[in-house]
């Protein structure tokens, strides 16, 4: 009987020095001189479980989102700043074209004037040819007649064309002789402004 209480009261002797043991194991947590965590994991507290709202942003997403929105202020911007430039590059074109469009029509009509101005002279020179012959092959008191109520400037168109003719045909040109049945008045007249068409030729 004495052996079993020596068993019991070494068992509670044993449990005691546990409960003691165990007492100051979280004693010296508990002033964080050691930290039972390291040798029993299972006391470790697990953080608290924050339960994520799906349908609230959370602070990323609305740092996300407010970039965005700036990001789509900045292309607006952009966009309205190229939509100017492109209206004034629109308008320079325009008004590039319009002044090309009134230079063309400038550059057709100058064509038209010199095709006009070609036919006129063309048409001046066939009358002053036949002219030329007519008068070579009247009397010269009679061609005086004629060419006398003429202005200067035709009646020095014909005699050139005159000369000239006399010159292909190789034959002595009338037309110093005609102009000395002029009246001597009329006669330097229309020698000096003979010699100056020849000299205006001549630059």
């Not at 004034?88 to 057709?108: A, H, I, M, N, P």
């Not at 002053?128 to 009397?139: C, D, H, S, T, Y």
């Not at 009329?186 to 630059?203: G, H, M, P």
Request: charged share 35%.
């Amino acid at each position: 009987m004495a052996s079993l209480t020596d068993k019991t009261r070494a068992f509670y002797l044993v449990l005691l020095i546990a409960f003691l043991i165990a007492v100051g194991f979280f004693v010296f947590d508990y002033f964080r001189i050691i930290d039972a965590e390291d040798y029993f994991p299972f006391l470790a507290k697990s953080p608290d479980q924050v339960e994520q709202d799906n349908e609230s942003p959370t602070e990323l997403e609305k740092l996300e989102i407010q970039r965005a929105q700036e990001k789509i202020i900045e292309d607006r911007e952009e966009l309205a700043i190229i939509k100017e430039q492109l209206d004034k590059t629109q308008e320079e074109l325009s008004q590039e074209r319009d002044r090309l469009e009134e230079l063309k029509l400038g550059v057709l009509k100058k064509e038209e004037e010199i095709q006009e101005k070609k036919k006129l002279e063309e048409a001046r020179s066939e009358k002053i040819k036949v002219l030329a012959e007519k008068v070579a092959n009247m009397p010269p008191n009679s061609a005086r007649d004629m060419l006398i109520n003429w202005p200067d400037y035709d009646i020095i168109d014909v005699f050139e064309q005159m000369d000239k003719d006399a010159e292909e045909d190789g034959r002595q040109t009338i037309t110093t002789y005609l102009l000395t049945l002029f009246p001597a008045e009329r006669r330097s007249v229309i020698t000096n402004k003979w010699l100056e068409s020849e000299n205006r030729s001549d630059l």
